[in-house]
């Protein structure tokens, strides 16, 4: 705000008691929440706070020829809850690519991939046998889930240790987050027995994956073992704990030198792979992970790696190691560790400003655009802009949802919409990318549809099309809609508390919104409102009428659409911009329903007006001239 700073802060006198006073509906479950003390209405986690968890020691061989994934795992689960739980509900994610399944995935499962689904070689709970027999009735499936009827009850305070060996066929012509990269390349997500969420406003999370909604992950442990054919890497989340035995001395140097130096240095070259001999004759990669919702991994046997790391915590000199795994012929992946090295800087000093939160980050050149704890899945795009949009982007995801845990099955816009949001200073740096003005655009472009649902809409509802309009460019627009109405800092501050209120826990919007009202010290609820909780809407501002008289001119401008906006004014003399005034968006609630008013003094001439800007939606810029 520039000269319009005293105009404004007259205006918000005025109206600062007659703001809105609507309020956020509270579900039923939330309600419950606050009386029980889970959780606050202030947005905060309430005294009574719980949330279960879970350690994974998995053992995993992947045969690469037959496309086969074998796996055993142990989980202890902790039941923090006070409920005693006599059921469990276990996810299987890979009964997606059942026949029959209920898909909303972006692409079709090519037909060859239809599977029976994820087989069950044994389960053991508290080392007692369970069949796994649907006869049996101590399980049943449905969609991808299992639900398994407890002999030995989980009391409240207490664990439960569960076994399952398990196989799928890894899909080999459809690309849903995991899959078959090349021949000898594949991706594994979503590809463990998991248990499902349990928590204070729902109980057991019984949403089936059907491919185009997230994740909702409690926050675990893992200690994971890989086998993969001799001349395999991995590539997976967390910390290779025993990589100084799978690669040959002189990479392992290298590797060591990485992790505490900014150098970006090119571990595996082409040069390398066709040599040979960089990884031992040991097949089982290690990795270990503490504190997070989920675990995937790469492999391949002609990769490339760039490895570099970079100081997250100035006062802890804390590092993280950004890595990247690619396919030698992808386009600009030889660009993408510096890529992945800035938006990790980025975002730990500048936008969320919160230092990153994982000691490892590494990209996988995969297919798709997919964000796992420390490591995503992001394919080849032929513009450079689109590879840093997309590796910046996933790399966001890795505060939202894998540090603020939010429910992305349900609630999607709301990690989406920060993901696409917070990078946007650093795409525009290295790329040139204007993500802002894109998403201005498109909302610009697609609101008022028809069958426009308001983004709260939970997620699982959503067809695809609307899915990305709402998840992504209308939700951007809306928090930079946010930020200008709160300024910059205040903004960061309301952001970054929400964060370390809520880091490795489960927020819900109203668990967000409650937190920015209080922290801003401002009833927020008329922007809540208009932006998430209605249906459709157009943004649409118009200047109604210009008056001059002497050296003053008065600007009337008019709300023909649904949304109040801030108004930018820029008063020209011919070509020259003489004054530009700016105000918030809360000016339109001094009188509801009435035109603002915006008077300048100017000594020069004003031969026009214009409002908005490329970063303000409008439907209809024919009347933002005059
Ligand atoms: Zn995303």
């Keep these: 705000m520039k000269s319009g700073l005293l105009i404004a802060a007259t205006l918000l006198l005025l109206y600062a008691t007659a703001q809105a006073q609507e309020k956020i509906i509270v579900p039923k479950a939330t309600a419950l929440a606050y009386a029980k003390h889970t959780r606050c209405e202030d947005g905060k986690p309430g005294k009574n706070y719980w949330q279960n968890s879970a350690t994974y020691a998995i053992k995993a061989t992947v045969d690469v020829t037959n496309k086969m994934l074998h796996g055993s795992e142990r989980v202890t689960y902790f039941n923090h809850s006070p409920d005693t739980l006599k059921t469990l509900v276990i996810r299987l994610y890979q009964d997606l690519f059942k026949k029959g399944a209920n898909r909303n995935s972006l692409v079709d499962v090519d037909p060859r991939d239809l599977t029976d689904g994820v087989q069950i070689g044994r389960m053991a709970i508290n080392k007692n046998d369970v069949s796994t027999d649907v006869n049996q009735k101590m399980v049943r499936r449905k969609g991808t889930l299992m639900h398994v009827k407890l002999n030995d009850w989980i009391l409240p305070g207490s664990k439960s240790e569960i076994e399952i060996d398990w196989n799928f ?24 027995p998991q248990i499902a969420v349990y928590d204070d406003l729902n109980g057991w999370d019984t949403h089936s994956y059907n491919g185009l909604a997230e994740f909702y992950n409690e926050v675990a442990d893992f200690d994971v073992e890989i086998s993969v054919p001799q001349g395999f890497m991995v590539w997976a989340t967390g910390e290779p704990v025993n990589i100084q035995e799978l690669i040959q001395p002189s990479y392992y140097a290298t590797y060591r030198k990485a992790a505490t130096s900014d150098q970006i240095r090119h571990l595996v070259t082409e040069q390398d792979l066709k040599k040979g001999a960089i990884t031992t004759d040991k097949q089982t990669w290690k990795y270990k992970a503490s504190q997070v919702s989920d675990f995937a991994f790469g492999l391949s046997n002609h990769y490339c790696w760039d490895i570099t790391s970079v100081e997250v915590d100035k006062q802890t000199k804390r590092r993280t190691v950004v890595g990247v795994a690619y396919n030698p012929a992808s386009k600009h992946f030889d660009q993408v560790v510096n890529v992945a090295r800035e ?35 992001v394919g080849t795009d032929p513009k450079f802009d689109m590879t840093v949009y997309a590796n910046s982007h996933e790399i966001a995801h890795s505060y939202f949802p894998f540090y603020v845990c939010t429910n992305e099955t349900k609630n999607g816009w709301l990690d989406e919409g920060l993901t696409v949001f917070l990078p946007e200073k650093i795409q525009t740096e290295i790329a040139s990318l204007d993500e802002a003005k894109r998403n201005t655009a498109a909302f610009s472009k697609y609101a008022g549809l028809e069958d426009e649902p308001a983004v709260i809409t939970p997620t699982h509802y959503l067809d695809q099309r609307i899915y990305f309009y709402l998840n992504y460019a209308k939700t951007e627009v809306a928090l930079r809609m946010l930020q200008m109405e709160l300024g910059d800092s205040l903004f960061k501050t309301c952001l970054r508390d929400f964060m370390e209120h809520w880091k490795y826990k489960h927020p819900t919007p109203n668990d967000f919104f409650h937190s920015f009202n209080r922290c801003s010290g401002q009833n927020l609820n008329w922007f809540w409102h208009v932006w998430y909780y209605q249906n459709g809407g157009m943004p649409d501002l118009a200047i109604d009428k210009v008056t001059r008289v002497a050296n003053k001119v008065q600007v009337t401008v008019d709300n023909k659409g649904d949304f109040p906006l801030p108004i930018v004014l820029s008063f020209y003399n011919r070509d020259k911009v003489v004054k530009t005034v700016t105000l918030p968006a809360s000016s339109w609630l001094e009188q509801p329903n009435k035109p603002v008013t915006v008077s300048i003094d100017s000594s020069e001439e004003i031969t026009r007006v214009t409002l908005g800007n490329e970063y303000i939606p409008d439907v209809n810029r024919s009347n933002n001239t005059l």
Excluded: A, C, K
């Design 343 to 377: 938006t990790v800087r980025f975002m730990s000093e500048e936008m969320p400003g919160v230092p990153f939160p994982f000691p490892y980050m590494t990209v996988f050149n995969g297919d798709f655009g997919i964000e796992y704890p420390m490591i995503t899945n």
């Design 169 to 192: 066929h890894i899909p080999e012509h459809t690309l849903i987050r995991m899959g078959t990269i090349d021949s000898t390349t594949v991706f594994l997500g979503q590809w463990y």
